[in-house]
Structures are given as C-alpha cells and as structure tokens.
C-alpha cells in the first residue's frame, strides 16, 4: 500500500502566495475568493476562470485584478473584454484559453471546475508541478489511474478540498500510512436520507438542491441527495490515499460534524471535526502547510447534543453499490459511472428526467460499456464520450415514456 499524494512541502512562504482559482465563480470558488479577501496581504491572483457567469466573472476580476480572466463559453468573450476594458486585466475564452490559465505561473491553483470538464485545466497544472487545491473530484474518479501516474511524474502536489478528504489528509501521518487499517467517509445522508423509494420518486430538482448541511452547486447537490457524492468519493479517496475499496468504509453522520476518520491497526480511530462550512477545508488547503484563519462559525459540541451514526442503505441509495463495482472493475468503469451521472444530474436538473432514474441510467450505462483499460487520456475522452452519448440516448428514453 502506497500514499498515492506525498505533498511536497513548499519554504515558508516570504511573500504572498499567486493564486488561480479554476471555477472562481462557483460555490467553492466563492467561497475562496471571500477567504483570499479577508486576507489580501496573503495572496495574489493570477488567473480566474468560469463557464458562462460573465457578468460574475468580469466584477470579480474587477475587484482582484488579476493578469488573466477566461470564459469558457465563447460567446460571452466580447461581453468580459468590454467589461474589462481599461483595467489591465486581459480577457480569455474557450477551452484552450482555460487550459492556459492553468498553465501559467502560480504557486497555487484551486480546481474548483465541476465535472470531467475540469480535467485538462487541472491536467495543465499537474504537469507543470503547481500545488493543486483539489475540489474538482470527478477528474480523480475519471481519469484516476492517469492523474495519479501524472501528478508523480511532474512532483505537483495535491492537496484535498472535498471536506472528507480534506479531514483525512489532516490526521493522516504519512509515514504512518502503512498502519492505516481503514478510513471511515462520513455522509450527512442528503435531503432524503429518511425518504422510502415511493416518496423519492417524486422529488423536484428544487428539493433535491436543497441540502440539509451543505451550501453547494447544483451537480454535487443532486449528488448528496442519490449519495453519488459518496460513490465518487469513494473512488477519490482510493486514489488519493492509495487504499483499496474495501478498506473504504461509509457511515451516515446527518448531523455533517465528524468529516471523515482514519482507523490505525492498534485500534485508535482520529476524525476532524467542524462545522459543515467549505471555508475551513479551503482554508487549510489555501494555507498548508500552515494555518490561517477562516470566519466559519465554531463548534459548539455542548450546543449540539447528539451525533449519531447509521449504516447507508444500499437499497434507498443503489448509487453507493455502483461506485464500489466500478472501483472493483477498474479501467474505464468509473469514467462510464462519472460521465452518465454528469447528463443524468443535467436532465433531472432540466426536469427530463425522474430523480430515481438517475441510478438507473447509470446502471445501464455500467452494464452497456465493458470495462476497458484506460491507458492513456484519449481513452478516456473516448470512454466519456461513449457513456455520455448512451446516457443522452436512454434519459431521452425515459422522457419519452413521459
Ligand atoms: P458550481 O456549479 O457552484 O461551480 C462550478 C464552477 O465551474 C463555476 O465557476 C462554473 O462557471 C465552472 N464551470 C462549470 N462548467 C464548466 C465547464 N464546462 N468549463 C469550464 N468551467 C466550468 O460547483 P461547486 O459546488 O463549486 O463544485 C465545484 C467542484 O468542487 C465540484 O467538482 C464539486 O464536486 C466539488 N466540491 C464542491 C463542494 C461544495 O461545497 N460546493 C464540496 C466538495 C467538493
Ligand atoms: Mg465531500
């Protein structure tokens, strides 16, 4: 058993730390840029990115002035040119633009992009060895294999901002790594951890939005809610701590205090604990090896009375089963699982698609496309693709059927 992630420990920094954030304009980008503004004698900006949210994009970059602002929406490109005019900030789109703001001089970059679509962007600063703040979980769980081997060879540094991650990067001692027996993920349950199958036949993309604990974007909300968001955390963290699926373990935890834990061989079990607020992770991936300070509302155990504990239901959330046969089957599995997720979460969120029938369409789309070997990326563009379009195909299926 190997630490797949053996962060390379950066001088203390003397002056302040060059930041891009990839995504800027989304929750956890939000969430970063507010922690960088509380302390602008800390950091600098090099680049922001966005998909389409020009307008949020230009007053950011207004505001932080960083060198470079890219659009990944082409369209939008003369809107942030004008917005920009006069503020020496140079306005950017398309994919190629996006994979150039990785790839420019920072010491850090947050990947804060949702989806496959952060995958070349964050690929771009593995492979010039930046210190990689690692939201964008899914270009782990569809590229694994391949970022990992990447992120060796170019000595880059991954530094977890999924909170469970985050939490096991925190009190996991690396050269004590070979004596972790297991890792315990934790699981606020999403909005329908009590829902029978019948009551969550009927959720409406606003319901499903809403999480109990957590402010996010839409896709990882929708996540939470059919526990996919574990599933694929499950296959994050296999590959960022290097352990095999069975030494992953998921418990519920609604209350989202205790993040996730780490179990050593002579029994003793360390958690991180805090409030469900993304700022503390980011902040200690913003800021590591040191510390800074993040505004996040303090643990107040005693207020809180009660942390409980349950098994997942493996019936109520069938997305939990997946990822852990995807994980087993290996090679291209978890890249079907991950590009039919992305349009079966898009088609509910447009309201084509029926909540459960999101586990079902991947599913079919698990069972449709073999298990290949991934041996390079064009096979997983290749891979994506695939699962993607038969995705497309079977929730325009399921919308037929009305
Ligand atoms: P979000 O939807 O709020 O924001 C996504 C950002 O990516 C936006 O800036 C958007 O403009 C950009 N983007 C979207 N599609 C793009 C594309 N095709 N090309 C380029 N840019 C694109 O998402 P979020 O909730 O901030 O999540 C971001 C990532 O962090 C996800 O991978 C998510 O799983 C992970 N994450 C989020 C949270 C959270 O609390 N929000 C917690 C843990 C992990
Ligand atoms: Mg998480």
């Known amino acids: 058993m190997t630490l797949a992630i053996q962060p390379v ?36 900006i090099e680049a922001l990115t966005a998909n389409s949210s020009v307008r949020e994009l230009a007053e950011q970059a207004r505001r932080l002035r960083p060198n470079l602002a890219v659009i990944a929406d082409e369209t939008c490109y003369g809107e942030l040119k004008e917005a920009l005019a006069g503020t020496g900030v140079t306005a950017a789109a398309g994919a190629e633009a996006l994979i150039e703001a990785a790839a420019r001089p920072s ?7 949702v989806g496959a679509a952060g995958l070349a962007p964050t690929l ?125 373990e998921i418990l519920v935890h609604p209350q989202s205090v205790i993040h996730s834990m780490v179990a050593y061989v002579d029994g003793s079990v360390l958690a991180q ?61 978890p890249t079907v699982l ?10 509910f969120l447009r309201g084509r698609t029926s909540f459960l029938s999101i586990a079902d369409i991947v599913e079919h789309v698990l069972e449709a496309i073999p298990a290949k070997p991934l041996d390079c990326l064009e096979d997983v563009h290749q891979i994506d693709k695939e699962a993607r379009a038969l995705a497309r195909r079977l929730t325009n299926g399921t919308a037929d059927k009305g």
Not at 164 to 174: C, T
Not at 338 to 347: L, M, S, T, W, Y
Request: net charge negative; charged share 20%; aromatic share 4%.
């Open 9 to 44: 420990r950066p001088e203390p920094a003397t002056a302040p730390r060059r930041l891009t954030i990839l995504g800027s304009t989304g929750s956890v980008g939000c969430s970063t840029i507010d922690l960088i503004e509380r302390q602008p004698e800390a950091f600098e």
């Open 107 to 113: 010491d850090w970059v947050m990947a804060a992009i």
């Open 124 to 248: 771009a600063a593995v492979r010039r060895g930046a210190a990689i703040a690692l939201a964008n979980k899914e270009t782990l769980v569809c590229a694994g294999a391949l970022m990992v081997a990447e992120i060796a060879r170019h000595g880059a540094t991954i530094l977890p901002v999924d909170s469970e991650h985050n939490a096991i990067f925190q009190v996991l001692e690396p050269e004590q790594h070979e004596a972790v027996e297991r890792i315990i993920l934790t699981a606020s349950g999403g909005p329908f951890r009590s829902h029978s199958r019948e009551a969550m036949a009927e959720v409406t993309p606003a319901q499903a939005v809403a999480h109990p604990n957590w402010d996010m974007g839409a896709k990882i909300s929708v996540d939470s809610a059919t526990m996919m968001n574990k599933g694929l955390e499950l296959i994050e963290a296999h590959h960022l701590f290097g352990l095999s699926e069975a030494q992953i």
């Open 273 to 333: 604990l805090g409030q469900p607020d993304m700022r503390t992770p980011i902040a200690y991936a913003l800021a590591w090896p040191e510390r800074m300070a993040a505004p996040v509302e303090r643990l107040d155990l005693g207020a809180i009375g009660q942390l409980t504990f349950e098994a997942p239901d493996p019936v109520r959330f069938p997305a939990l089963r997946l990822a852990r046969e995807a994980l087993r089957a290996g090679g291209g599995a």
């Open 338 to 347: 991950n590009a039919a997720n992305e349009v079966a979460v898009e088609e």
